[in-house]
Antibody, heavy 122, light 109 residues
Framework: QLQLVESGSGLVKPSQTLSLTCSVS??????????WTWIRQPPGKGLEWIGY???????YYNPPFKSRVTISVDKSKNQFSLKMDSVTAADTAVYFC??????????????WGQGTLVTVSS | SSVLAQPHSVSVSPGQTATITCGGN??????VHWYQQKPGQAPLLVVY???DRPSGIPERFSGSKSGNTATLTINRVEAGDEADYSC????????????FGGGTKLTVL
């Protein structure tokens, strides 16, 4: 059974870098042709897709985040990561990692991790 | 980029039918996926490709689409169905391919 667990810094100062990791169990990032994604949800707001990394290692980012986000994979640890630079209070949110499913023109996200709250505050 | 509109809230009594809509200009031409999100839990895919149900999701959950409106229907609603429900499409022709609706809070009275 595929499971994802997020971890990382829960409190980040403004202008600093947010770093999160998603640990995957039940599937190997080395051998599968899976793609992985990060999604966030600010308090009281809807879900917002950040970007994803293909099994090939190539990435695609939602334009609002493109200039300050990096998604990467560490196959040796069976993890993938999110780094977001220059954070502000508007980046305060619950951050979820998920596996990407579906065809290239109809992607969906399943399963998801439980999410981790990141607060940006001095 | 696509915009998906959902009602802010829906309320139903146990045993009744809940319908949650998701509207947008691209809904008619894209597959719609639905997620259930309970407080403190991971979002759960309940319907994909407009009307398919993942294994383990009760048959009470169904999806449909007409024109530019997709609908999630929950029959014989139970207290445990109380949650936020969000729709999502993927538009691979857009710079913003992954789009979610704002979410609908389902309250079981």
């Amino acid at each position: 059974q595929l499971q994802l667990v997020e971890s990382g810094s829960g409190l980040v100062k403004p202008s600093q870098t947010l770093s999160l990791t998603c640990s995957v169990s039940g599937a190997s990032l080395s051998s599968g042709d899976y793609s992985w994604t990060w999604i966030r949800q600010p308090p009281g707001k809807g879900l917002e897709w950040i970007g994803y990394i293909f099994h090939s290692g190539s990435t695609y980012y939602n334009p609002p985040f493109k200039s300050r986000v990096t998604i990467s994979v560490d196959k040796s640890k069976n993890q993938f990561s999110l780094k977001m630079d220059s954070v502000t209070a508007a980046d305060t949110a619950v951050y979820f990692c998920a596996k990407v499913g579906g065809y290239y023109d109809s992607r969906y996200f399943d399963p998801w991790g439980q999410g981790t709250l990141v607060t940006v505050s001095s | 980029s696509s915009v998906l509109a959902q009602p802010h809230s829906v309320s139903v009594s146990p045993g009744q039918t809940a319908t949650i809509t998701c509207g947008g200009n691209d809904v008619g031409s894209k597959s719609v996926h639905w997620y259930q999100q309970k407080p403190g839990q991971a979002p759960l895919l309940v319907v994909y490709y407009d009307s398919d149900r993942p294994s383990g999701i009760p048959e009470r959950f169904s999806g449909s689409k007409s024109g530019n409106t997709a609908t999630l229907t929950i029959n014989r609603v139970e207290a445990g169905d109380e949650a936020d429900y969000s729709c999502q499409i993927w538009d691979n022709t857009s710079e913003h391919p992954g789009v979610f609706g704002g979410g609908t809070k389902l309250t079981v009275l």
